[in-house]
């Protein structure tokens, strides 16, 4: 079955630099999507991503996120000058379509340690 | 707002017991429901959902789980519990015209031999 792939597994990354985490969703997917989870706390939506934009963000993803997809196989999260507070497991995740039913595919996470 | 909620942070179970895992949630417009399973050090596997008609929802590895609109719940089951469905379970809504998943905190399902 496909999966939606994840690297690094685990960054390490010192405070005030830039990190980029690196997803490759299932081939034929269309909407792409970024969620974190800090230690102990929910799983929360950062943003979605459609069409080569961005269709849908939260509060969270501000000035400091961005996202993008450089090529027909990858989507990355930047993250620029890191914050102790941003460490976390981050995940990607893929659906065939935005809105509906369809399940949301989520890969293995990328654990991100500020140091 | 939407939102949901897992009221326990963890359920114990013996096997071959049935289990459920309760979830409830809150949104203004038609839900869709969705539970995931995560394992250790795994990412967030889909497991079932629910969009309309019938309230009983059929997914992977048995489990089922139960619409109920009038108290807004959408509880996880199984008739007969593993060791091996010991993990962390998450129930997520998702309101139509929205591309995100909203979780609940999730709840650690041990099952006991």
């Known amino acids: 079955e496909p999966e939606v792939t994840q690297t690094p597994s685990h960054q390490v990354t010192q405070m005030g630099q830039e990190v980029i985490l690196r997803c490759v969703p299932i081939?034929?997917?269309?909407?792409f999507y970024w969620y974190r989870q800090i230690l102990g706390q929910k799983v929360e939506f950062l943003v979605s991503?459609?069409?080569?934009?961005?269709?849908?963000k939260s509060e969270i993803f501000d000035d400091q996120f961005s996202v993008e997809r450089p090529d027909g196989s990858n989507f990355t999260l930047k993250i620029r000058s890191t914050k102790l507070e941003d460490s976390a497991m981050y995940f990607c995740?893929?659906?065939?379509?935005?809105?509906?039913?369809?399940?949301?595919?989520f890969g293995d996470g990328t654990r991100l340690s500020i140091l | 707002a939407q939102s949901v909620a897992q009221p326990e942070d963890q359920v114990n179970v013996a096997e071959g017991n049935p289990l459920t895992v309760k979830c409830t949630y809150s949104?203004?417009?038609?839900?869709?429901l969705f539970w995931y399973v995560q394992y250790p050090n795994r990412g967030l596997q889909f497991l079932l959902k629910?969009?309309?008609?019938?309230?009983l929802v059929k997914g992977s590895y048995g489990f089922e789980a139960e619409f109920n609109k009038s108290q807004t719940s959408f509880h996880l089951k199984k008739p007969s519990a593993l060791v091996s469905d010991s993990a962390l379970y998450f129930c997520a809504v998702r309101e139509g015209g929205y591309n995100k998943l909203i979780f609940g905190a999730g709840t650690r399902l041990a099952v006991h031999p």
């Open positions: 995740a893929s659906s065939v379509s935005g809105q509906g039913p369809r399940p949301q595919h």
């Open positions: 629910y969009i309309t008609g019938d309230n």
């Open positions: 949104v203004s417009g038609n839900p869709y």
């Open positions: 991503f459609y069409n080569n934009e961005i269709s849908e």
């Open positions: 081939s034929n997917h269309l909407y």
